[in-house]
């Protein structure tokens, strides 16, 4: 059966950090191009970074580049997202997604390309 599960989620101050685990099971991770995204209440949901299965490039959105780190770790079948300075603004629900059919070598951070999602983790930012 294949599962995505995110964790690491939490209440943190604004200029902490977190790091979100999406550990799969069912599926090798490093076959397929993995991203993160979120989604706060009343917005549109939001690619934040992805990385391509092929040579592992990535793409991170520019509210969050020189902040947000994307790694895999392939002995632990887990995609990380490593926050640092968090803002307020960061406050929402983050989802973990493979891209199944996703072959292109750059990374590509758009949903809909997206084919397995997770439940979800919140991230909170407040003081």
């Known amino acids: 059966q294949l599962q995505l599960v995110e964790s690491g989620g939490g209440l943190v101050q604004p200029g902490g950090s977190l790091r979100l685990s999406c550990a799969a099971s069912?599926?090798?991770?490093?076959?397929?191009?993995i991203g993160w995204f979120r989604q706060a209440p009343g917005k549109e949901r939001e690619g934040v970074s992805c990385i391509s299965s092929s040579k592992g490039s990535t793409n991170y959105a520019d509210s969050v580049k020189g902040r947000f780190t994307i790694s895999r770790d392939n002995a632990k079948n887990t995609v990380y997202l490593q926050m640092n300075s968090l803002k307020p603004e960061d406050t929402a629900v983050y989802y973990c997604?493979?891209?199944?059919?996703?072959?292109?070598?750059?990374?590509?951070?758009?949903?809909?390309?997206?084919?397995?999602w997770g439940q979800g983790t919140q991230v909170t930012v407040s003081s």
């Open positions: 069912g599926f090798t991770l490093d076959y397929y191009a």
């Open positions: 997604a493979a891209g199944f059919h996703i072959t292109t070598a750059q990374a590509i951070c758009v949903g809909p390309a997206y084919d397995y």
